[in-house]
């Protein structure tokens, strides 16, 4: 692939792929059966798998008429820095396990399409690998163990040019996968990953000791460890994957500048709080101008609005670019963003708002 080649073929993108779910369709048909469950499953019977789609049913859309829309758009602003539109791409890592350009080619994606991407520690791509020059992209730290070893990949986000640290906090151990594990998943052994094992080791423990609460646990990081993180970055700190209003208050108090709710995809704890409840919580608990961004389940344009009306300043997509990756590479996942946007911009205009500050809870009924 050169850089630009694929993405001139935008225009031309077969008839059956119309949807995000028509490309988990076709990604199922790229990927080894074992890649494909690692992708597409999630925490022991995969409930909240379920539930982050189902939830979106259950809120219905009560459109204003008549609105002049004329000066209508996407665009937003967070820490002080203008995003055109509101979907970013989740932090997911290990991307050549689904395409041999991996991250290269998402990048180069979500910045045709002024994507803002959150780039995954388990990147297999290294940062001063992707454009300098590119205002939308964040970095998202995974707790290294340690301050020592968390600091130099804090310090080569700000060298490299990202805007902001994404720290994920709802995985301090790894999610219990009962379909990966039936399929003997494992990453390839001669995988790349430029800034960091892919596993931090554990601590050694005495045999008296417990294994979990005392080795792993032990490393996993801790609200002064994000006091810490925040005193030394210049960039806006934030944290993904909280669901308790009170640990959103209590990151908000040390400086925590946004929070990404989410349930890490169903990933980690099965049965979590539905994310897009907790949103809602979250946000009757906090100061109206706290940035809060959702992920989890967002397949379609009015899924987006309905998160936006719930409180989110802007949501992440996490599968299904990695759909459009598999499928087709850079073309895929800029075909996929660009259709979430278009779904979600006819939604805007046929719901009479003009911004998304107008979004609010006023166009949504529950039963
Ligand atoms: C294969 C895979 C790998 C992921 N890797 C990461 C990661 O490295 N860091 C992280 O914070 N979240 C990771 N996530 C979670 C996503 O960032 C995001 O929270 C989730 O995919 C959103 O749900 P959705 O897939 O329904 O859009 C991963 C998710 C998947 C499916």
């Given at each position: 692939m050169t850089s630009t080649q694929p993405l001139a073929a935008l225009n031309e993108i077969p008839a059956y792929l119309q949807t995000l779910l028509d490309y988990?369709?076709?990604?199922?048909?790229?990927?080894?059966?074992?890649?494909?469950?690692y992708l597409s499953g999630g925490a022991m019977r995969e409930i909240s798998v379920g539930q982050n789609l189902s939830q979106f049913e259950r809120i219905q859309l009560i459109p204003r008429h008549l609105n002049d829309l004329t000066q209508g758009n996407t665009s937003l602003e967070?820490?002080?820095?203008?995003?055109?539109?509101?979907?970013?791409?989740?932090?997911?890592?290990?991307?050549?396990?689904?395409?041999?350009?991996?991250?290269?080619?998402?990048?180069?994606?979500?910045?045709?399409?002024?994507s803002n991407y959150v780039l995954s520690t388990f990147t297999n791509t290294a940062m001063d690998q992707l454009n300098p020059?590119?205002?939308?992209?964040?970095?998202?730290?995974?707790?290294?163990?340690?301050?020592?070893?968390?600091?130099?990949?804090?310090?080569?986000?700000?060298?490299?040019?990202?805007?902001?640290?994404?720290?994920?906090?709802?995985?301090?151990?790894?999610?219990?996968?009962?379909r990966e594990r039936q399929l003997a998943f494992h990453l390839p052994n001669d995988m790349q990953h430029p800034h960091t094992p892919t596993h931090i080791s554990f601590p050694d423990v005495s045999?008296?000791?417990?294994?979990?609460?005392?080795?792993?646990?032990?490393?996993?990081?801790?609200?002064?460890?994000?006091?810490?993180?925040?005193?030394?970055?210049?960039?806006?700190?934030?944290?993904?994957?909280?669901?308790?209003?009170?640990?959103?208050?209590?990151?908000?108090?040390?400086?925590?500048?946004?929070?990404?709710?989410?349930?890490?995809?169903?990933r980690i704890l099965d049965t979590s709080i539905s994310p897009l409840t907790a949103l809602e919580i979250i946000k009757d608990h906090l100061p109206a101008d706290i940035p809060l961004l959702y992920d989890g389940g967002i397949r379609r344009g009015t899924d987006v609005f309905k998160a936006l009306a719930l409180g989110a300043s802007a949501v992440l997509i996490g599968r299904p670019y990695i759909y459009g990756l598999a499928t087709a590479g850079a073309l895929g996942v800029a075909h996929v963003i660009r259709t979430l946007l278009e779904e979600f911009e006819v939604t805007m205009a046929l719901m009479g708002t003009a911004t998304l500050k107008e979004i609010n809870r006023d166009y949504i009924y529950r039963s």
């Open positions: 988990e369709k076709q990604a199922v048909q790229h990927l080894a059966p074992d890649v494909w469950g967070l820490f002080g820095q203008h995003y055109p539109h509101p979907i970013f791409l989740a932090p997911i890592g290990h991307q050549q396990l689904f395409h041999p350009q991996g991250e290269a080619a998402t990048t180069l994606a979500a910045e045709v399409m002024q020059h590119n205002p939308y992209k964040w970095f998202q730290l995974y707790w290294q163990g340690s301050r020592e070893k968390s600091y130099p990949l804090i310090g080569q986000a700000e060298q490299y040019g990202f805007k902001a640290i994404v720290i994920t906090v709802d995985a301090p151990h790894v999610g219990i996968r009962d045999p008296s000791e417990h294994k979990l609460f005392n080795g792993l646990m032990k490393v996993s990081p801790k609200w002064d460890d994000i006091e810490w993180l925040v005193k030394n970055t210049q960039l806006p700190v934030l944290l993904k994957g909280v669901l308790h209003p009170a640990d959103a208050k209590k990151a908000i108090e040390l400086g925590v500048q946004g929070l990404i709710i989410s349930n890490h995809g169903g």
